[in-house]
C-alpha cells in the first residue's frame, strides 16, 4: 500500500485526535491536493509551517497506530470474517461489526 493511502487510512481512524491546525492543512494537502505553496497562501502562513503542521499530522496518525493498532486489529478481523465459508455466518458477523 502506498504510504499516502496509509496516512489517509489512518486518518479515518485518528483524525480527530489532531489539532485543528494539523487536521485542516493535512485535509488541505491530502484530500483537497493543495500544494504547500496553495495551503500556505490560503491561510497567510509560510510554506515552511504547512509543511511542519503536515509532517506533524503524519508523525502522530503514525504514533496513534504503532501504539493502539485500531487499524491493523481491523484489518484482520475482515481478513478472518471473509475466510469464514458460511455465507448467512459471514454477513451476520459483518453486520455486527456496522462493515456492510
Given at each position: ?43 497567510n ?32 478481523i ?23
Amino acid at each position: 500500500m502506498e504510504n499516502r493511502d496509509y496516512l489517509i487510512i489512518l486518518y479515518d481512524y485518528y483524525g480527530e485526535l489532531l489539532s485543528d491546525d494539523n487536521r485542516k492543512y493535512f485535509e488541505d494537502y491530502y484530500f483537497d491536493n493543495l500544494s504547500l505553496s496553495e495551503i500556505a497562501e490560503n491561510n497567510n502562513i509560510s510554506r515552511n509551517a504547512v509543511h511542519k503542521h503536515i509532517k506533524s499530522a503524519e508523525e502522530k496518525l503514525t504514533f496513534y497506530e504503532e501504539k493502539l493498532r485500531l487499524c491493523k486489529k481491523d484489518k484482520e478481523i475482515k481478513e478472518k470474517i471473509n475466510k469464514i465459508k458460511e455465507e448467512d455466518l459471514r454477513k451476520k458477523m459483518l453486520e455486527l461489526l456496522n462493515l456492510i
